[in-house]
Structure formats: C-alpha cells, structure tokens
C-alpha cells in the first residue's frame, strides 16, 4: 500500500526550500505599511512558508544537542533602576503576574535595560509595551539578545527574517478552520516550544493589526500556580519528571502509516528560574503527556488537577486587551497563555513572534517559591 501523508502536515515537502505563495488573503494595511517600511521584500508573496521536515527522525536532530546559555537576568541590578527610571510610568496590572512599561521603545535600550528588562519578565511573567515603532530585524535582534532565536521548521516567516515567526490568524485558518465551538490554534493554555531539547524562555510578540473587539491574550503564572498547591502536595510533584510533546507531527520513516508521532522529550514538572531562583509548576494541557514512574490513571488525575489549578484560579492570571503596535513578551519557563478568539475572525490580526531558547530545564530542591523569597508566604503557604 502507498504512504498515506497525515491531514495535518499534508503540505509537508522534504526540498530545502519553498517558494512563498501569492498573496491571496489580503494583508491588513498596518501590517503592509509596517513590513514595507522595514524593507521587507513582499514581491514574491507573504509570509515565507519553510519546507516541513516529514520524518520523525528529522524533527527530532533540530537542536538535538546542548547548547551553552546564560539568563540575563541575571546579571542585572535587582533594582533596575536603568530600566525604570527611564519608562514614564510603570503599571502592575495584577497583584502576581503583568507589568506595562509606559514610554520606552525596545529598539533603542541599552544593554543594560535589556539585562533589566530580563529580570523584570522572570519576576513578573509578562511586561508590556505598547506604541512601539519596531520592525521584525529589531525585534530578532533584541530576542538574540536573550539567547539562541528560534527558527521554526513549521511556521511561515517574514521574508528574509528567520525566526520571526508570522501570527496571523487569517492564514492559519486556511489550514485548520476556526469556528465558535472549535477555536483551535493558540485558543487554548499552552506553553511554547516544551519539546525542545532546550525550550522557549522569552517570547516576543509584536501586534501591529488588532480587531477593535475582542482578541485577548490570557496568561498564567507557574509561579502562582506552584504556590497554590498544599505544600504536602508538592512534595508529591517536586523532583518528578514528565513528557513533553510538539505541536506539529509526523510520520515515521520506516511506517509511515504508524499514524501521526510527535518529538517527546523528558523534563521536570516543576523547574526553577536561573535568574529569580524561584520554583514555577511547568506543565500544559495541550503538550504534556505523562509523568514518569506513575500509572496512566494516576498520572491522569495528577495532570488534570495541575491543569485545573493553573486555568481556573483567576488571582494568578492576567488578561491584556491589545492596542495596535504593541509588543508582550513573556517567559515561558513560567508561563502557560492563551489566544482569545472571540473576534471570529471578523477583524485582521497579524503580528510578528521571535523566541529565544533558554536553559535546559532544571530543578532545585531548596529553591524558595516565589512567596518565600518575597516575604509574601502565610503560614499556609509553607
């Protein structure tokens, strides 16, 4: 019997390269008006689309090695004072998780205000800036800052700008509808990357096309969610190990109609942050799998309760209404988010993502939470 490609990666070709298609979608202005003025060459079509890895073996060799890294975070003033004292009014949007940064253009920060700003996105999960004239080369040139920027084998790109991934709703629709009932996509809590070798750490998104309606973006804090558990019950999940699976599949090279295979690594459920020190819950419920050393049963019902625990409390969340031209970046060694998409489609939304790869995860017995290290932990948080 011939090979039979999966629905999901049925544009999958294994040439080096591929020629972006037309633009059939539309562009939305902002969006155009940015990449032009950036001098991003869209004669050819938007976005670049790579050439997809077929193979699970294939997917599985991206990055497969150790790979040195360095937080700088932690190297920064614990104060930040560079960072701060420049910004014209800094806003902690939620007790436990958001900070706005008013005033500032990320293109033009010191490295010092990027050690800073490090620090600031490990303490406090996700910072934001709005109003900021950037074009994706200077936002793939702060996210190199931070480490090793991500090239996705999946995802289209800006023309000419690896790494700089294109989030444009409209164009992953024409792959996997979206409809009110079944979202999809990035609707959904998850965390980026956690079957990299080395996962994501900081995340930057940049919006320049929002729908005036609608269209949030929801995160949680893994420190928070570490914290509300009973500190009996951590002492069931520190230490543990889990599975962690790709978004993407693929086929097998010797049966290719195995079904659809993922690149699973092994990581800690809980890790600790190199430049806070401070334990966070690390798990998602769109890519973890299973907890090493338990029962299908009881890996099950300890997933979903963490699960529960990171979606449902609201005290350890923070949900951002976008404005045009308006970047969020985020750790997400910390984090688990999620993509609103109550705007249906109605209205463009476009933006440009670059990720840095961090640390291998790790975990620290001894490390504090969040609350111990802040002198915020009641006599039930320890």
Request: hydrophobic share 35%; no cysteine.
């Amino acid at each position: 019997m011939a090979p039979v490609a999966l629905p999901s990666i049925s544009h999958i070709q294994e040439k080096d390269t591929v020629q972006p298609k037309k633009d059939t979608l539309g562009l939305p202005e902002t969006a155009r008006k940015r990449l032009e003025k950036a001098g991003i060459d869209l004669s050819n079509g938007y976005p670049y689309r790579p050439a997809k890895p077929l193979y699970l073996d294939d997917a599985t060799k991206i990055r497969d090695a150790d790979r040195p890294f360095f937080d700088a975070g932690s190297r920064a003033d614990p104060e930040k004072k560079a960072l701060l004292s420049a910004a014209k009014d800094v806003i902690h949007l939620t007790s436990n998780i958001g900070t706005e940064i008013v005033g500032l253009q990320l293109k033009d920060l010191t490295d010092q205000q990027r050690d800073e700003l490090a620090l600031l996105i490990a303490e406090r999960s996700v910072v934001f800036f709005r109003d900021q004239d950037l074009s994706p080369q200077e936002q793939k040139k702060l996210g190199e800052y931070y480490g090793e920027v991500e090239v996705h084998p999946q995802v289209p790109t800006v023309p000419g700008v690896p790494g700089a991934s294109v989030i444009w709703p409209a164009l992953q629709a024409t792959e996997f509808p979206a409809s009110f009932r079944q979202t999809g996509g990035a609707s959904r809590w998850h965390t980026d990357l956690v079957h990299e070798r080395q996962p994501a750490g900081i995340t930057h998104l940049h919006n320049d096309t929002v729908p005036k309606i609608g269209g949030d973006t929801l995160w949680a804090s893994g420190y928070s969610a570490y914290e509300k558990l009973s500190p009996e019950f951590r002492k069931i999940i520190d230490g543990k190990e889990a599975v962690y699976r790709s978004a993407h599949s693929y086929l097998l090279r010797d049966d290719p109609n195995a079904g659809p295979k993922y690149v699973e690594r092994v990581h800690p459920l809980v890790r600790v942050h190199p430049a806070t020190g401070w334990k966070a819950l690390w798990v998602n419920r769109a890519m973890t799998v299973r907890i090493l050393g338990f029962d299908k049963a009881e890996s099950d019902l300890i997933l979903n309760y963490l699960y529960d625990v990171y979606e449902r409390n609201v005290d350890i969340q923070v949900r951002f209404k976008w404005t045009p031209r308006t970047s969020a970046l985020w750790d997400n060694r910390i984090t688990i988010h999620n993509a609103s998409w109550d705007y249906e489609g109605r209205e463009p939304r476009h933006g440009t993502r670059v990720t840095a790869l961090a640390e291998k995860p790790f975990f620290k017995q001894d490390a504090p939470t969040r609350r111990q290290a802040l002198g915020l932990a009641g006599k039930g948080d320890i």
